[in-house]
């Protein structure tokens, strides 16, 4: 059935392209209130969707921020349980000057849809859903399916732990297939087996209990903002390594099969850096592969401190502040990871300064899909049929945390199965999605779903 599935989507492609051009005019930016009617016209857009496709029991799930949209097909009874997860949030469109063609008003060029979202991650979302109501038209899916659309990827998800404890019933399942989380070559097939964690920490350092006047006080008093930039400094040395005792505590060495596969995508470090006009950096013991998807990071992401108007003001700053994120390796816990950067910048403030901290939540850890899982094992099938070639396995650099979150909370392993590429300027102005993608995503999805229809459930969830 997958292939009759496949024909019907592709022949109804214009109209499938049609409703993804209505979806990316609503303006769903998660982190602005001046966008509620947005986020809520949004909603009600998926939701009427999937009510008219067949889909039952099609409702919010509110944790206290944006809800969350689900919906189940329950016809398939002895097949696994699948809980399909995409999100309908996206970024801000800002600096709005730098887009061509205005951010919510989708725009083909060149065999590509501009607007926001479109890769990041309505395109691949809605594959999704139309595929589901395709296989319901046709006369039942493979799988038992459960959608659970999130509101509020794009802030990090901060009620996803409320929505799992206030409504258990709407997240049983076996194992999950993300939307999100797309391909990591524009050339050679990829599939993904894993992500890297997250977490947070703000610190102040006040050196005085008041600003000074620089020519009364300056070489007699400390300076907030050297005293900042010193602690800094010190996270890392001048090649990028990360000097913070007991930080990868945890994460095993690189494996061979890890190594293999980031060989497998080698980065040509020559337009690597030639594109954002950057010079080599980083811990030269790994490839540039390897450090910007398996090895954790300390990043910097915002320091300030003083007089920072126009002109200039003879000041001696008693605070300064910083925003620090740290990408995790497998195996790294996030609140301990957190705790030895907090420990390794109170060990080295000078005397007589004083730090408070500002922590951002627990974070979330790394994800990896097993080798032998029949997740990985379906879709590398899939891929293999589909492009004729067996995919390379990819990790991906940044954090989905709804894999990690499931996974700790509910027991569920993720393959995350989307089309996105990884030059189609997510999070940027101009971002786009390839219409190629959108029919390799109305071939692809039948067949997964069909291959893991042929999965005992127990074997979704044994490790």
Not at 310 to 316: D, E, I, M, P
């Amino acid at each position: 059935m997958s292939d009759a599935v496949a024909e019907a989507l592709l022949a109804r492609k214009d109209e499938i392209l049609e409703r993804l051009k209505a979806l990316l005019r609503l303006p769903s930016v998660s982190t602005d209130p001046a966008y509620a009617a947005g986020m809520k016209a949004t909603r009600e857009f998926l939701m009427a969707r999937l009510k008219e496709g067949g889909v039952e029991d099609v409702r919010l799930l509110d944790g206290g921020g944006q809800p969350a949209i689900t919906g189940a097909w329950n016809g398939a009874p002895g097949k696994p349980t699948l809980i399909i997860y995409g999100h309908y949030d996206v970024q801000p469109p800002d600096p709005l000057e730098l887009w061509k063609t205005p951010p919510f008003e989708p725009t083909i060029r060149d065999g590509r849809l501009y607007a926001r979202g479109a890769s990041d991650v309505k395109g691949s979302t809605l594959i999704a859903v139309e595929t589901v109501i395709e296989f319901i038209k046709a006369g039942g899916c493979p799988v038992n399916i459960r959608f659970f659309l999130e509101g509020e990827e794009e802030i990090g998800s901060p009620s996803l732990r409320t929505i799992i404890d206030r409504f258990p019933d709407a997240l049983v399942g076996d194992a999950m297939i993300s939307a999100d989380g797309g391909r990591a070559s524009t050339t050679m097939p990829t599939v993904s087996v894993g992500s890297r964690g997250l977490t947070a920490l703000r610190f102040t350092v006040r050196t005085s209990a008041k600003d000074v006047h620089s020519g009364r006080y300056g070489g007699a008093l400390r300076n907030a903002n050297h005293e900042l930039a010193r602690l800094i400094a010190s996270l890392h040395d001048e090649n990028g390594r990360i000097l913070v005792p007991g930080f990868m505590e945890g994460m095993p060495e690189v494996s061979a099969r890890d190594a293999e596969d980031a060989a497998a995508l080698p980065v040509d470090e020559e337009a690597f850096y030639a594109e954002v006009n950057a010079a080599p950096y980083g811990d030269t013991r790994f490839s540039i592969r390897e450090r910007i998807t398996l090895v954790p990071t300390i990043e910097v992401n915002g320091m300030w401190g003083g007089y920072i108007g126009a002109g200039s003001k003879t000041v001696l700053p008693c605070e300064a502040h910083a925003k620090l994120t740290m990408r995790l390796g497998p195996g790294m816990d996030p609140v301990r990871a957190q705790a030895h950067v907090r420990d390794h910048l109170i060990a080295k403030a000078a005397k007589g300064t004083t730090l408070s901290f500002e922590e951002s939540g627990n974070g979330t850890p790394a994800f990896t899909l097993r080798e032998g899982h029949p997740l990985l094992t379906a879709a590398e099938t899939v891929i293999r049929r589909t492009r004729n070639r067996a995919p390379v396995r990819a990790r991906a650099g940044g954090t989905i945390p709804i894999t990690a979150i499931f996974k700790e909370r509910l027991g569920l392993d993720t393959i995350t199965f989307g089309f996105a590429m990884p030059d189609e300027d997510v999070h940027a102005p101009n971002e786009f999605f390839r219409l190629s993608s959108l029919e390799d995503g109305l071939r692809s999805w039948p067949l997964l779903l069909t291959e893991l229809g042929k999965v005992e459930p127990g074997a979704l969830r044994a490790g």
